[in-house]
């Protein structure tokens, strides 16, 4: 868990906005990656279903607390408390939930066999109570 978290610190560090772009396609893989896995496990759950398995799953293993704020064809928002990448990424000026977000964009376009787009609305790091999600 620690060498994740110093591998996003310092790919940023280092690298600035090529770094980010790295860490949204890990991200992005390791959601789709998750979202296979769960639509084998789940069956025919409906959408909504399988992301609150997986959400759970992330949150067991310690990642945040999630909240499936809605979940529809059209888009999904997920709030984000105690997100371990604002988490280590605090000393960062100009840092978004990078690979949280390429995570997310992936799960979600293998629940909904399509490809989706995700931005982060709202951001701990920028003063908001939580991190918030949508993906279309």
Same mark, same amino acid.
């Given at each position: 868990? *620690?060498?994740?978290?110093?591998?996003?610190?310092?790919?940023? %560090?280092?690298?600035g =906005?090529?770094?980010m772009?790295?860490?949204? !396609?890990? +991200?992005? $893989?390791? +959601?789709?990656?998750?979202?296979?896995?769960?639509?084998?496990? =789940?069956?025919?759950?409906? &959408?909504?279903?399988?992301? *609150?398995? =997986?959400?759970a %799953?992330?949150?067991?293993?310690?990642?945040?607390?999630?909240?499936?704020?809605?979940? $529809? @064809? +059209?888009? &999904?928002?997920?709030?984000?408390?105690?997100?371990? @990448? $604002?988490?280590?990424?605090?000393?960062?000026?100009? /840092?978004? *939930?990078? !690979?949280?977000?390429? !995570?997310?964009?992936?799960?979600v =376009? &293998?629940?909904f *066999?399509?490809?989706?787009?995700?931005? @982060?609305? %709202?951001?701990?790091?920028? +003063? $908001?109570? /939580?991190? @918030?999600?949508?993906?279309?």
């Amino acid at each position: 868990e *620690n060498a994740m978290l110093l591998t996003c610190f310092h790919l940023v %560090k280092r690298f600035g =906005s090529g770094g980010m772009v790295m860490l949204w !396609f890990m +991200g992005n $893989d390791a +959601g789709e990656a998750e979202g296979m896995e769960a639509k084998i496990l =789940s069956g025919k759950l409906t &959408v909504k279903a399988r992301l *609150n398995i =997986s959400l759970a %799953k992330l949150q067991a293993l310690g990642w945040c607390r999630f909240e499936l704020a809605e979940c $529809d @064809e +059209g888009r &999904v928002i997920i709030r984000v408390f105690e997100n371990f @990448e $604002d988490i280590v990424t605090k000393g960062l000026a100009n /840092y978004r *939930n990078t !690979f949280l977000r390429g !995570f997310l964009v992936g799960l979600v =376009s &293998v629940f909904f *066999n399509k490809a989706c787009r995700g931005v @982060e609305l %709202k951001c701990i790091n920028r +003063g $908001d109570p /939580y991190c @918030e999600f949508m993906i279309r």
